[in-house]
């Protein structure tokens, strides 16, 4: 996971000296998408989830849109 946010942060922020907002707010939001993949492919793998994953990632793009 370090690794990933490390890529997204040096694709995103130009010059460590002087950040830019919209880097910075990019780089937020692609880490808050990787840990949110992350946490419905953990929770796929749960045996007693695995039923309900697909309704799991349903209402979890439903609530994403929303806000």
């Not at 998408?33 to 492919?41: F, N």
């Amino acid at each position: 996971m370090e690794k990933k946010l490390q890529e997204i942060y040096e694709k995103n922020i130009n010059n460590s000296f002087i950040l830019d907002k919209d880097g910075v707010i990019k780089s937020m939001e692609e880490s808050y998408e990787l840990g949110s993949k992350e946490v419905l492919d953990w929770l796929s793998k749960m045996d007693y989830l695995s039923d309900n994953i697909t309704y799991i990632i349903e209402e979890w793009n439903n609530i994403k849109k929303k806000s």
